[in-house]
């Protein structure tokens, strides 16, 4: 193990640079995912993209038909092959990679995350991707919390089943997943059946907390439960100077309706949150604005607190504040991500795991989350059919918290967590 680890550490990091370069957000990995199945396609995996690995019916929050065609023109541009474009056509991005020992055993589900952000990468002196010439070719876009990373351990995991296959039993399943943000690239993953017969599944983040190289999380606590909306407020416009009584003003209104939502009385039965991320209206200082647009998202620390009081607290309020400025208000949820926990038993198998590790320094049993994942809804499902189901947290110190434009972190995790979870698959051959 110590001289695999050694020797696909540089690989993991140039491969993660590589997708930092050109970060894609939900539904629109097209170059990330291409850049995967290149990576694994001489392993001993068969791999499954587009339909094939997606519910299509159930992707929520699609771009448009005009952000989906510009996406699959800037791939093909890039030298994105037809073979697989035509494979993620209309927002179909994710692959699967599956391996079959042949030999009787347990079936392993891992799953890594693959989507960026809309977020401008700092260009500033001290910022690593910046120094080193790595940063984001796509400006407004970013690998701002760590998924470029998530990749890359993913095809490092890939490449120790394929140099471990001898002592390996059962068969593997590598979730390489779209659109986590947002909540809404699990649940099409879930519903096409790929964990209904999960004995294991294995899923983590990089950071979350600031800590030091070597540590790593077991389990995780409880995630929080989130609701994804977009609500878009109609009304009038006008000329502000000569006739403002005959126009509605959607500005108004929405930020009527973020004073208000804010406002939320938090729940006595546990933890509730809202953010207004984004607000989007009107067109001139002249004019009365016809239209808004804000993205939402609630939170709960259970299912029921955020899908019975939060969202509905939150669409009667979006509903009220049209009506106060009579406007026309158009509410869609974009996505979600239940609450859920990871199984128990998962600290000892970490532990016994870890015993030989020549990187591993500390294992911590559970560590707070304090946010939401997607995940959830595949950790439901493995433990819904009788299987064990953890998130682990691999440590490193972060230059700038998760979301930020200065997000990095200390590529000595890649190697740490790509052994951490070969040694996971190799406790749970005992």
């Not at 001289?3 to 957000?25: A, G, M, N, S």
């Not at 929050?61 to 996406?71: C, H, K, S």
């Not at 059962?170 to 209904?196: H, I, N, S």
């Not at 434009?405 to 000595?412: A, G, I, S, V």
Request: some cysteine.
């Amino acid at each position: 193990m110590e001289d695999f680890i050694k020797t696909i550490t540089p690989y993991l990091i140039k491969t993660r640079r590589r997708i930092h370069q050109y970060p894609e957000v939900a539904w629109t990995e097209y170059i990330t995912t291409a850049t995967i199945a290149e990576e694994l396609k001489s392993l001993s995996f068969s791999l499954s993209m587009g339909k094939e690995v997606l519910e299509s019916s159930k992707r929520m929050g699609l771009p448009t038909y005009e952000e989906i065609a510009n996406n699959e023109r800037r791939a093909k541009e890039r030298g994105i092959s037809s073979h697989y474009l035509d494979k993620m056509k209309d927002a179909h991005t994710g692959l699967v990679a599956k391996f079959n020992t042949r030999k009787p055993g347990k079936h392993i589900v891992l799953r890594f995350d693959i989507d960026a952000l809309p977020i401008d990468e700092s260009v500033e002196s001290g910022h690593i991707p910046a120094d080193h010439g790595f940063s984001s070719a796509r400006p407004g876009y970013m690998h701002a919390c760590g998924h470029d990373g998530h990749a890359a351990i993913g095809i490092g995991v890939a490449h120790f089943i394929h140099a471990f296959q001898a002592e390996l039993t059962g068969r593997y399943t590598l979730l390489f997943q779209p659109g986590e943000e947002g909540g809404r690239g699990a649940k099409p993953m879930v519903d096409k059946g790929l964990l209904d017969k999960a004995d294991y599944f294995i899923s983590g983040h990089i950071g979350i907390h600031s800590l030091k190289i070597g540590d790593i999380a077991a389990t995780t606590n409880k995630f929080l439960a989130s609701t994804k909306i977009n609500a878009v407020y109609h009304g009038k416009s006008a000329h502000a100077g000569l006739e403002p009584n005959e126009g509605k003003n959607a500005l108004l209104a929405a930020a009527a309706a973020t004073l208000h939502l804010n406002g939320i009385t938090r729940h006595a039965d546990g933890q509730t949150r809202i953010n207004i991320g984004k607000l989007e209206a009107g067109s001139g200082r002249n004019i009365v604005a016809d239209y808004a647009k804000m993205e939402i998202e609630t939170r709960g620390e259970t299912t029921e607190l955020n899908e019975d009081y939060m969202v509905p607290e939150a669409i009667r309020i979006l509903k009220a504040s049209a009506a106060l400025y009579d406007v026309d208000p158009e509410i869609e949820v974009m996505g979600f991500a239940p609450s859920e926990e990871c199984s128990p038993e998962w600290t000892n198998i970490v532990e016994k795991a870890a015993r030989e590790s020549f990187s591993i320094k500390k294992v911590i049993p559970v560590l707070p989350m304090g946010a939401s994942e997607d995940a959830t809804f595949m950790l439901q499902r493995v433990k819904k059919v009788g299987g064990s189901a953890t998130y682990m947290i691999f440590g490193t110190p972060l230059a700038a918290g998760h979301h930020h434009p200065q997000f990095d972190f200390d590529e000595e995790v890649l190697s740490v967590a790509v052994e951490a979870i070969g040694r996971v698959i190799l406790q749970l051959q005992k």
